[in-house]
């Protein structure tokens, strides 16, 4: 496991550079936004975890001004040949019927981020169907590393190089999102069977038992949710990740999960603040903390979806989810949703006045302080 | 008591038509929402909670196309004579300086209403104090019914005509948002005091120990929570207000909170959304479901403050808040804050593709019956 660290390390040494440079952010920043938060016209506290989100956000920019917007939800989609297995409610052929769907914008991301003023960013890092890209945007990455993963229930899901590469992707994109001046950056997966590879990964550093962290995904039946459990726990039998983050991504993970990672840590590397989204983007995010667990510092839970293995996950993270509306789609739609909550918090941040400024009394200690002093 | 509600009802001929004229929401729109949604290009119920607020929001609208704009943010302020007891953080004098505030635009309320598109609308219906108005745009309102409402703890709060005028003037506000065209509305509230006027209401209502629905409100100390939870029993003795909830909210209550039942009922009969709000809304909220329960089929459980009484409240009101964020602000930050979450609803019905109209695949089962019968 060591060795296959080394491995990948030596094949992708902006991974390497990226873990290095990902500094927590520098506390000195959440009390100078919790003093300016204490003089806004407002009781102290009573804006409850807003106040939390807008102190880290100003820590992640170094700024007691922060800001909320670009936003950017970029969209990553692969194939899993675990799908074989009968896993999904879905066939495979849906994932490139749904990036299609992305690109003429009538999916539910497309929807959801048009209210959050989120731009959406599509990015095949290794759907196997075609995609109908007739009418696309500039917004689409062709990026395809392979037509979708090997079935984890029989054998890794991919190779080193392959891995390096859809890490590759996930830094370009973040890179392209810094480029563009983007201040919040969400990650959304497509890739029909990608709630299985999340489960198997989850599983893994969690070292929890498949049946706690495996759920039923797009809406499997019965029957099919037991064989699933079942594959997850065949595919950790069969490939012997261990704990080793890279193992485990690159043995039962997903090239969308892959990119993820990338993209979370080259964000994290500029600096910039993320959104969280659900059980998929949830897993490489595990993955991202593992090797790099400042990380976090950047990294925000948006929602909590109701996969089971989600909550356990975000135990893992140490965070409380912003929204907890039972959502299990994927996408980055949960993270579209909590995005707006991020320029609540900015606005509070840059539009409210101080009690002096606007002339409002303090509180009654203060005020009869001030009245027995005089 | 039912001799002094057919007072009111003589005195208040709109309080009693609406109250009459508030229908339930027609059960086959919820429906008609349901099978629209389940042809949208996501596992069926993916989204969880937004798809019962998307359904939801269709039954009041009565289409499947809702609008979720325009929004608006009806503030009432008013003052309290509790406040004698020393029950708050603050002086009364924080009302008006807080009022100006928000006509100056720099309050809380100000910075979340403007990122979620909201207009403000500021109304006097009993400040004590002076208002600074300067500056101050077509949106403030001055309708003083009384400076203040009498102490609680001594007496009744207020006179069965001024109840009635307090009332109306909500009335005014929510035709006034009808004529506008309005789509969202919520109510927020400042008042110094208007916490202990809160819990007196919820005691009542709830039948609930004043120590269950007492919190800090502004912040109070442990020696003036103490005061203040004495302070609510004394208002409930002294005043002996039954459960009647007109004769709660006129011997316990307060103006700016008789004055959203009457926008909540004002509301509810033109068939607007209402997004609920925190503590001192959601006593108007309880008021207005006592006297019309068919209200509550058009009003939205917004958000769960920290204030204990809420969460009595919200168990009386039965529906789940859609933000759990410890806020504890009132002047309607809290619907603030949901409302882009009815904007992402109505975008999932208004903009979202179907599966055919995509050309993307059913679900495994519709496929292989597909296969099956070929």
Chains 1, 2 share one sequence.
């Not at 079935?151 to 992707?169: D, Q």
């Not at 990380?295 to 909590?304: E, K, M, N, S």
Request: proline share 5%; net charge negative; aromatic share 4%.
């Amino acid at each position: 496991m060591v060795e296959s660290m080394a491995v990948m390390l030596d094949a992708l040494p902006r991974l390497e550079s990226a873990i290095g440079a990902v500094r927590p952010v520098d506390p000195s920043w959440l009390h100078r936004a919790e003093v300016k938060l204490a003089h806004l016209t407002k009781p102290p506290n009573s804006l409850g975890r807003l106040e939390s989100l807008a102190a880290r956000l100003c820590a992640v920019q170094e700024t007691v001004s922060p800001r909320a917007a670009p936003r950017r939800i970029v969209v990553f989609a692969a194939d899993h040949g675990v799908t074989a297995e009968g896993v999904s409610a879905y066939p495979s052929a849906v994932t490139a019927q749904m990036v299609g769907g992305f690109l003429r914008g009538g999916a539910a991301i497309n929807a959801l981020a048009r209210t959050a003023s989120a731009d959406v960013w599509v990015v095949d890092v290794g759907v196997a169907g075609n995609i109908d890209a007739a009418g696309a945007d500039a917004s689409f990455r062709s990026r395809r590393v392979r037509p979708g993963t090997g079935n984890i229930a029989e054998g890794p899901a991919m190779s080193h190089s392959e891995l390096a590469a859809a890490i590759g992707v996930g830094f370009e994109m973040a890179d392209a999102a810094a480029a563009d001046g983007v201040a919040l950056l969400a990650c959304g997966d497509m890739g029909i069977g990608n709630t299985t590879a999340s489960s198997a990964i989850t599983a893994a550093l969690a070292r929890a038992p498949a049946a706690e962290v495996t759920g039923r995904g797009t809406g499997v039946d019965e029957q099919a949710f037991v064989r699933k459990v079942d594959v997850v726990t065949r595919a950790l039998r069969v490939n012997r990740p261990g704990r080793a983050p890279l193992d485990v991504l690159r043995t039962v993970g997903g090239l969308e999960i892959a990119a993820i990672v990338g993209a979370y840590l080259g964000a994290a590397e500029h600096r910039m603040a993320i959104v969280g989204d659900g059980f998929i983007a949830g897993a490489a995010a595990l993955v991202a903390a593992e090797l790099c667990p400042s990380f976090l510092d950047y990294w925000f839970a948006g929602h909590q979806s109701s996969e089971p293995g989600h909550a356990v996950q975000l135990r893992l993270l140490r965070q409380e989810p912003l929204l907890q509306l039972d959502l299990r789609l994927g996408e980055g739609t949960g993270a579209a949703l909590a995005m707006p909550l991020f320029g609540a918090a900015a606005a509070v941040m840059n539009d409210m006045a101080t009690f002096d400024s606007a002339g409002v009394s303090g509180r009654r200690e203060a005020v009869e302080r001030a009245a027995a002093e005089a």
